[in-house]
């Protein structure tokens, strides 16, 4: 069984290893079932990732998280940042708008909106000398390495994606020395990388990302686990998680908040 956040593992797996091993997977994040769905799948992997327990239930969890912590560093940035660019308009992005625009000048831009990749770009490109910070929420790569040149100086690049995918940011990382704190804020070439380009909200305060809520996801997760090893699969591809399960876990995480 592999269990995976972001998909890079099952990907492996399914490129090199589905010759020798009999395995099956469980994918958490919704980035990683994006980067899987665009391949074709040769097991089995329970799709954690978009159970309506989790879509319903976890999502305004790390919504919650995602915004009280962005408030606290972006403010204190303040006299720095005048305008942001959301990149991503889905749950995550609409509410970063919602709570950020009082303060600054909020703009947002979403592929999904434009009818090509082309024309998106050609918007990205002209909003990205405007803004003095960027707010990644797209799930994917929004700014590749070779969009980096059309960024303000100075500039924050804050990543609220389940990975380090939002800014290319390996290709940032690599112009300085390496650092052993994954976690520090980075400055290069005048764009500050935000807790290394990794998720903001996960920084290694454990004690304050780690709350009680988020049993509900590890009750998803064993689910998936025992899903894996309870149930047969004829066909390869993304499985949906036993519903049965999912209203099991609800009720009971239920129970332990009350």
Not at 49 to 62: D, F, Q
Not at 92 to 110: Q, V, Y
Not at 115 to 127: A, H, K, P, T, V
Not at 198 to 214: A, R, T
Request: one cysteine or more; a positive charge; glycine letters at 6%.
């Amino acid at each position: 069984i592999l269990l995976d956040e972001g998909g890079s593992l099952l990907s492996l797996f399914n490129k090199k290893y589905i010759n020798k091993y009999s395995f099956s997977g469980i994918e958490q994040t919704s980035s990683g079932f994006n980067k899987l769905n665009s391949e074709k799948i040769n097991f089995p992997i329970i799709n954690v990732a978009r159970s309506k327990a989790k879509l319903i239930y976890e999502t305004p969890l790390v919504i919650d998280l995602c915004v009280n912590r962005l408030k606290k560093h972006i403010y204190k940035k303040e006299s720095q940042i005048k305008d942001i660019l959301v990149i991503g308009n889905g749950v995550i992005g609409s509410c970063m708008k919602k709570t950020l625009r009082n303060r600054f000048n909020i703009r947002t831009i979403d592929n999904k909106d434009y009818l090509s990749i082309d024309n998106y770009e050609n918007e990205l490109i002209s909003l990205l000398p405007t803004c003095d910070a960027i707010i990644g929420c797209s799930g994917s790569c929004s700014i590749p390495k070779h969009l980096h040149k059309y960024l303000k100086r100075p500039n924050f690049l804050v990543s609220v994606s389940s990975s380090d995918r939002e800014f290319d940011a390996v290709a940032l990382r690599k112009k300085i020395e390496p650092r052993s704190n994954c976690h520090e804020d980075l400055w290069i070439e005048g764009l500050c990388l935000v807790n290394s380009g990794f998720p903001y909200p996960f920084d290694g305060n454990y004690e304050e990302i780690d709350l009680k809520d988020f049993q509900l996801t590890r009750g998803l997760l064993l689910a998936g686990i025992f899903q894996s090893c309870l149930e047969k699969y004829q066909g390869n591809g993304f499985v949906e998680l036993n519903k049965k399960f999912q209203q099991e876990i609800v009720q009971k995480w239920i129970e332990y908040k009350s």
